[in-house]
């Protein structure tokens, strides 16, 4: 069972324009052995993921916290991806300590 919504675009011919189509699937617009451009592709996806964002966030009330007035607080959980670190010296690191 597909839990996912796709939305579909599909590309007019005479202006190269993407228009979106919620009836079909992504998947049935662009047909099998079918050559489409990489940057139309790309376009194609780009738009399908930025419309899927847009409908989960469309009643997203920024000003209060998730789990506002349950009596627990909200968690947030984060991932970083370090892609450079430079040199590491014991001399420039700087001593702290947490007191509770």
């Known amino acids: ?13 005479t202006s190269d324009i993407a228009t979106t189509s919620s009836s079909e699937s992504l998947e049935s617009t ?3 052995g ?10 194609v996806v780009s738009k399908n993921i930025t419309m899927v964002l847009e409908n989960l966030l469309m009643n997203y009330e920024n000003s209060q916290l998730p789990t506002h007035g349950k009596g627990v607080p909200t ?10 670190m430079g040199p590491v010296s014991e001399l420039d690191m700087v001593r702290f300590e947490i007191s509770q």
């Open 1 to 13: 069972m597909d839990k996912y919504h796709y939305y579909a675009f599909e590309t007019n011919t």
């Open 30 to 32: 662009l047909t099998i």
């Open 75 to 84: 968690v947030v959980k984060t991932n970083i991806l370090i892609r450079s």
């Open 34 to 43: 079918s050559r489409m451009p990489r940057a139309t592709l790309n376009d």
